[in-house]
T-cell receptor
Framework: QQQVKQSPQSLIVQKGGISIINCAYE??????FPWYQQFPGKGPALLIA?????SEKKEGRFTISFNKSAKQFSLHIMDSQPGDSATYFC????????????FGKGTMLLVSP | DGGITQSPKYLFRKEGQNVTLSCEQN?????MYWYRQDPGQGLRLIYY???????QKGDIAEGYSVSREKKESFPLTVTSAQKNPTAFYLC??????????????FGEGSRLTVL
């Protein structure tokens, strides 16, 4: 019940294309959904996050779409650039009490020039 | 600059030896965490601490130990009891647990290889 399933495991997109990474969760009590971006040899960093009271959140070229009824959320990277090549992790947690993040297994994105 | 410093960046260990990974933060964060990252496995929580002198086991605590004697320091010891210790270890911190903002601040990691 605590799992977050992420797909695909790896993704190759041409420069200028749209990268889409999907996540599904099981625990209906989850109410905070962040995405982390990790470059090789570095620690992850928060990219964007959403709460379930909205269906979409956009920050620059990055958009999270959230479907509460389907228990799914996705990251869209518009106009993908080679500098976006990284590993992306979705995560989920409870936004109250004492809860730790549950991470997906990650998606390795390569944006070809 | 504020941040999290992990050391060493690379570490080699012989089987049967204990090794301690250092994690120091100057962000004045209350909570600190240790994660293990393996290819295709994502980030798995080893231990976390929300306050000095207190810590809790995460999902994969067996074979690891921690201490939290100071707010800014959270060292991780990988003991000889850990069956498969070769991995990339990440330390993180956050403000008063994850539930406030959900944002974790990560160090650059320590790569441990057991020979």
């Amino acid at each position: 019940q605590q799992q977050v399933k992420q797909s695909p495991q790896s993704l190759i997109v041409q420069k200028g294309g749209i990268s889409i990474i999907n996540c599904a969760y099981e625990n209906t009590a989850f109410d905070y959904f962040p995405w982390y971006q990790q470059f090789p040899g570095k620690g992850p960093a928060l990219l964007i996050a959403i709460r379930p009271d909205v269906s979409e959140k956009k920050e620059g070229r990055f958009t999270i779409s959230f479907n509460k009824s389907a228990k799914q959320f996705s990251l869209h990277i518009m106009d993908s650039q080679p500098g976006d090549s990284a590993t992306y992790f979705c995560a989920a947690t409870l936004n109250s009490g004492y809860s730790t993040l549950t991470f997906g297994k990650g998606t390795m994105l390569l944006v070809s020039p | 600059d504020g941040g999290i410093t992990q050391s060493p960046k690379y570490l080699f260990r012989k089987e049967g030896q204990n090794v301690t990974l250092s994690c120091e933060q100057n962000l004045n964060h209350d909570a600190m965490y240790w994660y293990r990252q393996d290819p295709g496995q994502g980030l798995r929580l080893i231990y976390y601490s929300q306050i000095v002198n207190d810590f809790q086991k995460g999902d994969i605590a067996e074979g690891y130990s921690v201490s939290r004697e100071k707010k800014e320091s959270f060292p991780l010891t990988v003991t000889s009891a850990q069956k498969n210790p070769t991995a990339f270890y990440l330390c993180a911190s956050s403000i008063k647990g994850q539930f406030n903002t959900g944002e974790l601040f990560f160090g650059e990691g320590s790569r441990l290889t057991v020979l």
